[in-house]
């Protein structure tokens, strides 16, 4: 079993509609939670930060953090058809010295006009 | 360019053959990590420097591969013997500083490699 479990989809949703993308990870140590966005042919792209547990936003993106439920999310608001892309969720402990990531398989996400 | 620059972009090689991958990280960047991503896969850790130190390999699938980055920057990524399943997407990634998860890591776009 991986540390980290993602539904690699493909999802498809209509513009405008709410997105929502999931991991959960086994991991207890895992302090630090990170979104990536990834494009064909690119590397990936940081979205969104979290520490510990809560919420965090900025502009139509909002993480999620439950570390009981060890579980994490990214909602995207108002979605665009430029938001087509693979949603990588990464994670890494608090300690450890440097910051080695660990990745869930990314989820592929396809926002049709 | 400012961001971290790979090359080659595409690489084919014959089974048994040797390659090497470069990676130009962002000027002054303290950490490099290399990654690989197989396809419909996240990227999965292979190594890391800080500056001209590999302190972690433990992600290296066999002696067949080995990373250097003998000057504190550009590093190279070299696997001997390909097999077929070295076939992915080798990942280059730098940050600013050795142990601040808010600083991001920022991604080369990939070298993608494919061993016939």
């Known amino acids: 079993q991986k540390e980290v479990e993602q539904d690699p989809g493909p999802l498809s949703v209509p513009e405008g509609a709410i997105v929502s993308l999931n991991c959960t990870y086994s991991?207890?140590?895992?302090?630090?939670f990170m979104w990536y966005r990834q494009y064909s042919r690119k590397g990936p792209e940081l979205l969104m930060y979290?520490?510990?547990?809560g919420n965090k936003e900025d502009g139509r993106f909002t993480a999620q953090v439950d570390k009981s439920s060890k579980y994490i999310s990214l909602f995207i608001r108002d979605s665009q058809p430029s938001d087509s892309a693979t949603y990588l969720c990464?994670?890494?402990?608090?300690?450890?010295?440097?910051?080695?990531?660990?990745f869930g398989a990314g989820t592929r996400l396809a926002v049709h006009p | 360019g400012a961001g971290v620059s790979q090359s080659p972009r595409y690489k084919v090689a014959k089974r048994g053959q040797d390659v090497a991958l470069r990676c130009d990280p962002i000027?002054?960047?303290?950490?490099l990590f290399w990654y690989q991503q197989a396809l419909g896969q996240g990227p999965e850790f292979l190594t890391y420097?800080?500056?001209?130190?590999?302190?972690?390999k433990s992600g290296l699938p066999s002696d067949r591969f080995f990373a250097e980055r003998p000057e504190g920057s550009v590093s190279t990524l070299k696997i001997q013997r390909t097999q077929q399943e070295d076939s992915a997407v080798y990942l280059c990634?730098?940050?600013?500083?050795?142990?601040?998860?808010?600083?991001?890591?920022?991604f080369g776009d990939g070298t993608r490699l494919s061993i016939l």
């Open positions: 420097f800080q500056n001209e130190a590999q302190l972690d």
């Open positions: 990634a730098s940050s600013l500083e050795r142990n601040r998860p808010s600083k991001p890591q920022h």
């Open positions: 991991n207890s140590a895992f302090q630090y």
């Open positions: 979290t520490y510990s547990s």
């Open positions: 000027s002054g960047h303290v950490s």
């Open positions: 990464a994670m890494r402990p608090f300690s450890g010295g440097y910051n080695k990531l660990i």
